[in-house]
């Protein structure tokens, strides 16, 4: 064995340029797989990693569906946010009720108008003023309201971005109006951005306590807390009974939802395009590397020949074709799958992402290559075996 | 003494829609130390001899004994094992691979006669110094002039100490300065006890031989050295 792959390497040796263009199809052929399969690995990574943050510093505390309706309406105090501030590992706390009140219209003016575009039918949610920055709102113009505007029951509101541009709303400074149903309200800010609940950007965010004395909102219905990374787990443990100590198994602690699944898809099918396409380019780099080495079968008759009277079967003389096929192979899967894992660094730094690959990838797509070049020489091995030794002694060379 | 290569009535017919006896039926004797010249015309039917003797041809029926065993019935694998060992060839073009150090291309043979490897090295260039390429072992074919690469292929051939050396026009690309050359190192294995079977269609160069035979249309025939 290891004088056949010492021979096949001296056979393949001899003829490093020949042996370099005939790889050059495996060579792009393995590099587009490792570059397709690398990049998709990196960028759900970036999904992944990204998701992953989130999970590790969210934490929703919500009444327990088992609690029965009852139990659930008065579970968390109105001073949630407050009591869950105070555990080691909050960043930030907020409640977060979305009211009941489905039909409930939203205008910009007072003039009821049918045919008018601004009345919308938003959600409405009743927030504490910590919730901004539990769910890392970014304020676009004006501002949140604070714990003076929660006290005092005032009628204000910060609209969700989105929103605000349907309800053509983009100057705060004016001190414009909404009318929820019928009860005015003041808009004192508008949020370009919500990290961590986009939904928030459609609707109508006020004061817990205006939700209570106008909608006769019971209780938050939910507490979301952003914690350092890491805490969530503690927090998650911790936060039921710091917000409930006489029924703390009536509240359930969720961390988010998986991440958005047709994006995965979408990249999935990308990826399918671009395997096929590498899958292509290898069949034409193994009838690249069968070509070549039929040639080389007909250019070394009088070797074959000389090998067959040395004492050589016609296995062996197979065998030695297909391992320096094989060869010719592996060359063209390592060089392919350095060009592969280049091409992946290079794009995540010009992206500035984290190259993520598969342990695997690159090691298994040089033996890729070398078990397409193995294929490729079954037929050549075949010819050069079927090589009759006088015949082939008796020509020059 | 028993005859070290023996024909008995070994004959070779290509099967075709009109058969071709390329060789009669032929009684031949090698003794152990000959050396033979067979000689003949092209199509005389030299080579299909030469090709029975080497064992990469069956006769289509008689007997070839090698050291009194018949080996005219042994698969191909057993014909292969027993050239590897027993039979060294030389050949009108060299056969030498021009990638390969003069002491590569005698290596190859020790490979396939199952010499230990870290034998081979040493043994190659024994063969080499044999053949007065001592201090070549390391030059590479195109490097060497045309007796000096015959001289290589014969070392390939010397190096897995054959019974039997079969030579086939080994002078045909040579000129006759450095066909000398290899007649002379013929002559000395000749005189060191070794087996040479050599063909050509030069009777000038078969007179150099001890012994010599002449095929005509197929049949074997003795030249007696005065003729």
Redo the contacts between chains.
């Keep these: 064995m290891?004088?056949l792959v010492e021979?096949a390497l001296?056979g393949v040796?001899?003829?490093v340029n020949r042996t370099v263009l005939t790889a050059l199809g495996v060579v792009v052929g393995i590099a587009a797989l490792v570059a397709t399969l690398g990049l998709a690995a990196t960028a759900s990574a970036r999904i992944v990693s990204h998701f992953d943050e989130l999970a590790a510093t969210s934490v929703t505390v919500l009444p327990s569906p088992d609690a029965g309706p009852q139990r659930a309406e008065n579970l968390i105090p109105w001073d949630a946010a407050e009591r869950a501030s105070r555990l080691t590992g909050v960043v930030a706390a907020g409640t977060m009720s979305t009211l009941d009140l489905p039909e409930t219209p939203v205008r910009a003016t007072t003039v009821v108008d049918p045919l008018a575009s601004d009345v919308v039918r938003p959600p409405l949610v009743a927030a504490s003023p910590g919730l901004f920055d539990a769910v890392q709102a970014r304020v676009a113009v004006g501002r949140a309201y604070d714990r003076g505007h929660e006290a005092r029951r005032d009628r204000v509101v910060v609209l969700g971005g989105r929103l605000a541009e349907r309800l053509h709303l983009a100057d705060v400074g004016q001190s414009p109006a909404v009318f929820v149903g019928d009860v005015p309200f003041s808009v004192i800010g508008v949020l370009v951005s919500v990290e961590r609940s986009p939904a928030l950007l459609d609707a109508v965010i006020m004061p817990d306590g205006v939700a209570h004395a106008r909608f006769r909102l019971a209780a938050p219905l939910s507490v979301v807390l952003r914690t350092r990374v890491g805490a969530a787990a503690v927090v998650a443990s911790q936060a039921p009974l710091a917000l409930a100590p006489q029924q703390p198994d009536a509240l359930i602690a969720q961390r988010p939802a998986e991440p958005n699944a047709t994006r995965a898809k979408v990249a999935a099918d990308t990826q399918a395009l671009f395997l096929a396409l590498a899958l292509v380019t290898l069949v034409i780099g193994a009838v690249g590397i069968a070509n070549t080495m039929l040639v080389s079968v007909l250019q070394r008759t009088?070797?074959i020949?000389?090998?067959?009277?040395?004492?050589?079967?016609?296995a062996?003389v197979a065998a030695l074709f297909m391992v320096e096929s094989a060869l010719v192979g592996l060359l063209g899967g390592v060089l392919g799958s350095s060009g592969g894992v280049l091409t992946v660094v290079g794009v995540s730094y010009v992206r500035e992402w984290t190259p993520v690959m598969q342990p695997w990838l690159a090691p298994g797509s040089a033996l890729l290559g070398a078990v397409v070049g193995l294929l490729a020489g079954i037929y050549p091995a075949w010819r050069a075996s079927r090589v009759e030794?006088?015949a082939a002694?008796?020509?020059?060379? | 003494m028993t005859a070290l290569v023996e024909l008995r009535g070994v004959e070779r017919v290509y099967p075709a829609v009109r058969p071709v006896t390329a060789l009669r039926p032929t009684n031949l004797a090698v003794r152990s130390g000959d050396w033979l010249a067979i000689t003949g015309r092209s199509g005389s039917g030299k080579s299909t001899l030469l090709q029975i003797l080497g064992l990469l041809d069956r006769p289509t029926s008689g007997a070839y004994l090698l050291d009194g065993a018949d080996v005219a019935g042994l698969s191909d694998r057993e014909r292969t094992r027993l050239r590897a060992s027993r039979i060294g060839f030389v050949f009108q073009a060299f056969h030498l691979m021009p990638h390969r150090s003069a002491l590569d291309n005698v290596t190859v043979a020790l490979m396939y006669n199952r010499c230990p490897r870290r034998l081979r090295a040493a043994r190659a260039a024994e063969a080499l110094d044999r053949v007065g390429l001592g201090g070549r072992v390391g030059a590479m074919p195109n490097t060497l002039s045309g007796g000096e690469r015959q001289r290589v292929a014969v070392a390939r051939a010397l190096s897995i100490r054959p019974d039997l050396l079969l030579a086939d026009e080994p002078t045909g690309n040579l000129d006759s300065a450095t066909a000398e050359e290899v007649l002379t190192l013929f002559a000395r294995l000749h005189a060191e006890g070794q087996t040479v079977l050599m063909v050509t269609h030069d009777p000038q160069i078969a007179a150099r031989a001890a012994r010599r035979v002449q095929v005509v249309d197929g049949t074997v025939r003795e030249v007696r050295p005065d003729a």
């Design positions: 290891r004088d021979e001296a040796g001899a003829r009088g070797e020949g000389l090998r067959r009277s040395l004492g050589g079967t016609r062996s030794p006088i002694l008796r020509t020059d060379g």
